[in-house]
């Protein structure tokens, strides 16, 4: 089930373009979402089609975000000025000098999965690609993030076709994708597999949101979450960018787990994503729902109904976590990991980063082991702290020199 093009942009009953929030977890799946020159700026709302016969709400978007590749267009209101701002204030104040955290400067009711992970590999470059999301999008029409999109592209097909689903507004483009989510519990419980499962609540008090890339029981019976990263080399990658992907699917664990423990209330959507519980839901989607056999008025009641069934479903809690990589060149497997979880190491992790976000403590790059990050960074010329550690360096070997 492909939710992770969600729509970036809609038309309301004027006609006029609205700035949305999206569910996207990019993770490996970005590709999916990147925007080709060719295309227009008209929104699409698709309904997955299964092979065989069964269907699920996809939104196709060919809009490139004015943000960032991560967030695309959820701060869209005041973000020029904010990154405007932030680029001046980065030189001239620490985050300890400013009254406002990361999380309010950036517009951020919600963090994804995907940004928390690129934090993990270099925060700087993070706070980079939100201060100039325009090198970011730029960087991400490169020939093998292509090859990428067009892998999972391929993976997508596999299981549904698309139907457009008309949508109005903010509460009609989250509510379609909750939608998904019932169809793929009911797929789940009948053991079949799924894609692009969204998962979302709060972890140590900040919302956050993720795509998952694949569910499916294995010949054990157990639950695998199984993430597909593509890559240009035909090998595995190194520990560093292993960590990466062990911590995203960790965090995709908390969080369907949550969802199937009934830990994640309607009131952590509403409040989080600042939705309108009232809002009658288009004609267009009330329809599908009632296709699939949801009978919603409001889309209070879809959360409500939501939440209630995947609560109270036969779903377990996943068993397995693991990351299967493939080669761009050949589209071939590469080999699948394993990944290890301990929660309170993860939790530990988590709130290290979001410490960053809360405005508690300033930005901080990668420690001198891992400068060999910053050789293929693309802020590398502009980073304060690559430029930092560069000086230092300088000073020691001219002491050692003396």
């Excluded at 951020?108 to 992970?117: A, F, G, Q």
């Excluded at 993070?126 to 090859?147: G, H």
């Excluded at 597999?193 to 499916?216: H, N, S, T």
């Amino acid at each position: 089930m492909r939710n992770n093009a969600t729509s970036q942009y809609n038309m309301d009953a004027s006609g006029s373009q609205q700035l949305f929030d999206d569910w996207d977890d990019i993770s490996d799946s970005e590709f999916l979402n990147i925007p080709s020159e060719e295309q227009s700026i008209e929104p699409q709302c698709h309904l997955n089609s299964e092979s065989d016969g069964k269907h699920s709400v996809n939104f196709d978007s060919p809009c490139a975000s004015t943000s960032s590749v991560h967030n695309r267009n959820e701060e869209a209101l005041g973000q020029e000025t904010v990154n405007t701002l932030n680029v001046r204030g980065l030189k001239r104040k620490s985050l300890h000098e400013n009254s406002f955290s990361p999380m309010q400067r950036f517009f951020k009711r919600h963090l994804s999965v995907t940004l928390l992970c690129d934090q993990s590999w270099c925060e700087m470059k993070t706070v980079y690609s939100l201060l100039k999301p325009f090198i970011k999008r730029k960087d991400m029409q490169r020939a093998e993030v292509q090859i990428g999109k067009e892998i999972h592209l391929s993976r997508e097909r596999e299981i549904q076709d698309t139907v457009p689903v008309d949508i109005w507004t903010r509460e009609d483009a989250e509510a379609v994708k909750l939608l998904n989510m019932l169809h793929m519990i009911s797929l789940l419980e009948a053991g079949e597999r799924v894609r692009e499962f969204p998962v979302f609540g709060v972890l140590e008090g900040v919302f956050v949101k993720g795509v998952i890339d694949e569910l499916m029981y294995n010949q054990k019976g157990e639950l695998v979450l199984n993430e597909l990263k593509t890559r240009k080399q035909n090998s595995l990658p190194s520990f560093a960018q292993d960590k990466v992907n062990c911590l995203q699917v960790g965090l995709y664990k908390l969080l369907f787990d949550g969802l199937v423990r009934g830990e994640v209330k309607k009131d952590h959507v509403l409040n989080h994503l600042k939705l309108h519980s009232g809002q009658v839901l288009g004609a267009g989607v009330q329809a599908h729902a009632k296709s699939i056999g949801v009978l919603v008025t409001t889309f209070e009641e879809l959360v409500d109904a939501l939440l209630i069934t995947v609560s109270c479903s036969d779903l377990p809690c996943t068993d397995l976590l693991q990351i299967e990589y493939y080669h761009q060149g050949s589209s071939g497997p590469i080999g699948t990991r394993v990944a290890p979880f301990d929660e309170a190491q993860l939790r530990a992790e988590l709130q290290g980063h979001l410490a960053y976000w809360r405005g508690q403590r300033e930005p901080k790059g990668v420690d001198i082991e891992e400068a060999w990050k910053c050789k293929s960074c693309l802020y590398v010329q502009t980073c304060d702290w690559a430029k930092n550690r560069l000086h230092v360096s300088d000073q020691q070997a001219d002491h050692a020199s003396s």
